[in-house]
């Protein structure tokens, strides 16, 4: 069946998970690839910095594992922003991934809507996005094109509005499961929560037929076969720090066979700094600072990452020219 002449050799899936990790597989097969996401301090560090009521933290988790998981995929520098903008209690959400591994992420929302939400029992993703559109920009750089594909949201998830991504623009046939929970933990120093998410993508890509070589399996058989396993995977096993990335692909994959790639590792990092704070206040015109001054001070706090720097108003002054 294989080519003989190309030695794949196979080994048992890794036992061993690791958090905050991407790693791509292929199951050739079935004309299928995808990648695992995997995140454990990462989205922790992110949702824990905003202290955003839960829903709205459990959605920007899931937002940050589609950023990780379609960025990551970018063999370019520069930067990968996922940007949902919606008429629901979360307005918007802005996920930043910039090669190869940095990835922050910030939203925002009206309290009152998303209490009321809440009270209300209907707090699910849809619920809490409304409609509106989710927007993906690949950013190579000033003098680079800016790549943007819009796709509409209309009262679904983010599963749903990427499903509807790659079908009308990239018309890739595509299956998308995100997943972020808090887990508790209790040992001596009392409970503690942390975040984790994962998700799985799986895309079906098959070869342009070569000259009279038919196709062994009908296309749809194939596709249909890779998205009913997708879609049993389970929460648990997208988040379950015991089940291995490796463990979770073969599972589902280990009869038409499955062989994964080097995997990436991810870091949550902001670029914002105490220099490019400063810049962009002495690019406000005089008035604008003035009007920032609060007890003798300007005060700016990184919407991204909650940094908080302080000046006083003399350090921020322009340059008179
Ligand atoms: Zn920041």
Redesign the pocket.
């Known amino acids: 069946m294989s080519n003989p002449e190309i030695a794949i050799p196979s080994r048992a899936p890794s036992a061993t998970s690791a958090d905050d990790t991407v790693m791509p597989f292929e199951v050739a097969a079935l004309d299928l690839r995808g990648r695992v996401v995997r995140l454990g301090p990462v989205v922790d560090r992110i949702l824990s910095a905003h202290a955003y009521p839960q829903p709205v933290a459990k959605l920007l988790g899931e937002a940050v594992v589609l950023t990780v998981m379609l960025g990551s995929a970018l063999k370019i520098d520069g930067r990968f922003i996922l940007q949902t903008q919606t008429d629901g209690p979360v307005r918007m959400l802005v996920v930043d991934f910039t090669a190869p591994d940095k990835v ?1 992420a910030c939203a925002r929302f009206d309290k009152d809507r998303v209490a009321a939400a809440i009270a209300a029992g209907k707090a699910d993703a849809g619920a809490l996005l409304g409609k509106g559109h989710l927007a993906m920009t690949i950013d190579q750089g000033a003098d680079m094109n800016r790549y943007q594909g819009l796709v509409a949201l209309e009262g679904g998830s983010l599963e749903d509005a990427a499903h509807e991504y790659f079908h009308r623009s990239e018309q890739i046939p595509t299956r998308v499961r995100l997943a972020v929970a808090e887990e508790l933990r209790v040992g001596e120093g009392g409970a503690s929560h942390s975040w984790r998410a994962g998700g799985i993508l799986l895309q079906f890509l098959p070869k342009a037929p070569e000259g009279t070589a038919p196709h062994a399996l009908p296309e749809d058989d194939a596709w249909v076969e890779g998205r009913a396993l997708v879609s049993t995977v389970e929460d648990v096993e997208l988040i379950d720090p015991e089940l291995s990335s490796e463990r979770l692909v073969y599972r589902l994959f280990h009869e038409p066979g499955v062989r994964v790639f080097r995997g990436s590792e991810v870091r949550a990092e ?3 700094s105490r220099d490019s704070v400063e810049a962009m206040l002495k690019s406000f015109s005089q008035d604008d600072r003035d009007h920032m001054v609060e007890d003798g001070k300007i005060s700016v706090t ?6 908080n720097y302080v000046f006083a108003p003399g350090e921020v002054e322009a340059k008179a020219d």
């Open positions: 922050r902001c670029s914002c990184c919407e991204f990452c909650s940094a």
